[in-house]
């Protein structure tokens, strides 16, 4: 059992102002709220309901990441706490690209291919899934 100083936590938690890769992360989260909503806006498709949904599951998100950060860095997981916020940039990285994409903004060509490959392999893993899971229930 890991038994962790109110102090270092507390400590661990007024370091998170200064650490780069959350800085990066909350500007990424930010970006990715701001071209969702503009992209609803432009979309004609601004629905109240399924943008507090967005917003309710960004703050959920950086509430996890924030949280889970420091207790990760005082047991000595400071690689895994890393990776666990990068791997959330590049998923609202990710987000953004294509949020700037569908508003219009130019996006080189090389970064749609890469897209539409992730969009491809996307759809056939869940048909797939939906493929063995009507399987079963034939069964």
Same mark, same amino acid.
């Given at each position: 059992m890991v038994i962790i100083d109110n102090l270092v936590l507390l /400590?661990?938690?007024?370091n998170l102002v200064s650490n780069v890769y959350i800085q990066i992360f909350v500007?990424?989260?930010i970006a990715d709220i701001i071209t969702g909503i503009c992209k609803g806006i432009a979309g004609k498709e601004a629905n109240s309901t399924k943008g507090l949904m967005g917003v309710v599951k960004h703050l959920l998100v950086v509430a996890l990441v924030l949280i889970t950060y420091p207790y990760l860095k005082i047991m000595?997981?400071?690689g895994v706490a890393t990776a666990f916020v990068l /791997?959330?940039?590049a998923v609202y990285g990710i987000s953004v690209i294509e949020? #700037?994409?569908? #508003?219009?903004v130019y996006v080189?060509?090389?970064v749609k291919d890469r897209f539409s490959k992730l969009k491809d392999s996307t759809e056939k893993q869940e048909s797939k899934k939906h493929n063995l899971g009507g399987e079963k229930d034939a069964e």
């Open positions: /400590s661990e938690f007024k500007w990424i989260v000595n997981f400071e /791997s959330y940039i949020n #700037l994409g569908q #508003l219009g080189p060509d090389f």
